[in-house]
């Protein structure tokens, strides 16, 4: 895939802007990493792993290879993220890099509306766009929160179903007619004795 298919694809735009914003990538280049992946991976895919990557706190490339063998010997993606946490990192991305994929939304293609003049009437201001030097700390701290918070709960829940409650003693059950065993001595019920006279021969 060259710059053109890269540039004309939203996964792969989006993919490659996610790892130059977000991962320490160091000598490496994110347009070759995804080619590289993109041999082994659908594009899908390693757009999922990289946000995937993302929400565990992995910020290096080699995490993103890590689940995307993961799912490969699992033959499917698993994801935990959400959808919100996708907007999040997605949404915030410096440039027109996510805009590719809302392209098609009903925003984009509805029809300019005139003024009663005739006129075209004036679009309203845009937004800024984001400012990763001015907030990326404070950015990274709130993908650090939400991904906490996700494992912390998911712990609890694996704790709390893991809990086998200890069996307690029946109270219907019986003692054993041998005795009552109390401590390292047992109390044994004596039998009752029977008083046996001696016979005399009727002649003596």
């Given at each position: 895939m060259d710059n053109n298919e890269l540039g004309a694809n939203p996964i792969a735009t989006d993919a490659v802007a996610l790892l130059n914003y977000y991962f320490e990538l160091g000598n490496a280049s994110a347009d070759v990493l995804f080619e590289e992946?993109?041999?082994?991976?659908?594009?899908?895919?390693?757009?999922?792993?990289?946000?995937?990557?993302?929400?565990?706190?992995?910020?290096?490339?080699?995490s993103v290879s890590q689940i995307l063998e993961v799912w490969q010997r699992r033959h499917q993606v698993f994801q935990h993220f959400n959808y919100d946490f996708e907007c999040l990192v997605c949404n915030n991305l410096p440039g027109n890099a996510s805009e590719a994929s809302a392209a098609d939304s009903p925003a984009d293609t509805a029809p300019t509306e005139m003024s009663p003049t005739g006129d075209?009437?004036?679009?309203?201001?845009?937004?800024?766009?984001?400012?990763?030097?001015?907030?990326?700390?404070e950015f990274y701290a709130r993908l650090s929160a939400i991904a906490q918070q996700a494992r912390a709960k998911r712990e609890r829940e694996a704790a709390k179903n893991s809990e086998v409650p200890n069996p307690t003693p029946s109270e219907d059950a019986e003692p054993s007619p041998e005795g009552t065993m109390t401590g390292d001595r047992s109390t044994h019920h004596p039998l009752p004795r029977t008083n046996i006279q001696p016979q005399t021969p009727d002649n003596c």
């Amino acid at each position: 895939m060259d710059n053109n298919e890269l540039g004309a694809n939203p996964i792969a735009t989006d993919a490659v802007a996610l790892l130059n914003y977000y991962f320490e990538l160091g000598n490496a280049s994110a347009d070759v990493l995804f080619e590289e992946w993109l041999d082994r991976y659908p594009a899908s895919w390693i757009r999922l792993a990289i946000i995937e990557s993302l929400y565990q706190g992995r910020y290096k490339a080699i995490s993103v290879s890590q689940i995307l063998e993961v799912w490969q010997r699992r033959h499917q993606v698993f994801q935990h993220f959400n959808y919100d946490f996708e907007c999040l990192v997605c949404n915030n991305l410096p440039g027109n890099a996510s805009e590719a994929s809302a392209a098609d939304s009903p925003a984009d293609t509805a029809p300019t509306e005139m003024s009663p003049t005739g006129d075209k009437e004036t679009p309203p201001p845009t937004i800024g766009q984001f400012t990763p030097d001015a907030d990326r700390s404070e950015f990274y701290a709130r993908l650090s929160a939400i991904a906490q918070q996700a494992r912390a709960k998911r712990e609890r829940e694996a704790a709390k179903n893991s809990e086998v409650p200890n069996p307690t003693p029946s109270e219907d059950a019986e003692p054993s007619p041998e005795g009552t065993m109390t401590g390292d001595r047992s109390t044994h019920h004596p039998l009752p004795r029977t008083n046996i006279q001696p016979q005399t021969p009727d002649n003596c």
